[in-house]
């Protein structure tokens, strides 16, 4: 497609699960980001990755976070043992070069836990 | 540390009305800066950014922002606003050496009224 894809679009799991939660960049960008966007505030940033490389993972919360972008391309963010907290939207953006100040935002995972 | 403050969490203007959206930044250096949209239902889109030079920069949908190094601020501008600008505005700064890495404040939320 022409751009970000996110899914699912919605995913509701139950405190203690694993979830996934896939990206799929624009064609051809080089850069892809995490963010999570709690109800009422800003998107915080996760991680980052230069092609299959992530440069910078500062912001995951916790070790039951982890992403991975294997061959430069589609993302997915896994979280581990779910928490009431970790109730969020998880943003992917991609941006051609990571120098450019245009990032290209997917609509979002929405993720409960119950 | 880089920082964003919106000091406005909602505001309603009429239809036709001008509209300022403010926006305050925290940086040791010239900022990278960024206004984005959220519209329902649709991912986060780039209105305009300031890297340097012009202090007053255009952007899409009629959008303008002006810098201003004295006060710190990056407000964000339209001087006839249309019923379809209603969504949620994020103000952005981006981190030296990685541009795309946006540090976002908490969002105003813009009302239209007929």
């Known amino acids: 497609g022409a751009g970000v894809s996110q899914s699912p679009r919605y995913k509701v799991a139950k405190r203690g699960q694993d979830v996934a939660l896939r990206c799929d960049p624009i064609s051809g960008h080089v850069s892809l980001f995490w963010y999570q966007q709690a109800l009422g505030q800003g998107p915080e940033f996760l991680t980052y990755f230069q092609n299959e490389a992530q440069l910078d993972k500062s912001g995951l919360p916790s070790d039951r976070f982890f992403a991975e972008r294997p061959e430069g391309s589609v993302s997915t963010l896994k979280i581990q043992r779910t928490q009431q907290e970790d109730s969020a939207v998880y943003l992917c953006?991609?941006?051609?070069?990571?120098?450019?100040?245009?990032?290209?935002f997917g609509e979002g995972s929405r993720l409960t836990v119950l | 540390a880089q920082s964003v403050t919106q000091p406005d969490i909602h505001i309603t203007v009429s239809e036709g009305a001008s509209l300022e959206l403010r926006c305050n930044y925290s940086?040791?250096?010239?900022?990278?800066l960024f206004w984005y949209v959220q519209s329902p239902g649709q991912g986060l889109q780039l209105l305009l950014k300031y890297f340097s030079g012009d202090t007053l920069v255009q952007g899409i949908k009629g959008f303008e922002a002006e810098f201003k190094r004295s006060q710190s601020s990056f407000n964000l501008r339209k001087p006839s606003v249309h019923w379809s600008d209603a969504a949620e505005y994020f103000c952005a700064v981006g981190v030296p050496l990685n541009t795309d890495k946006l540090i976002f404040g908490t969002g105003t939320r813009l009302q239209v009224f007929p």
């Open positions: 953006a991609s941006s051609l070069d990571g120098s450019t100040g245009e990032l290209f």
């Open positions: 940086y040791g250096a010239t900022p990278y």
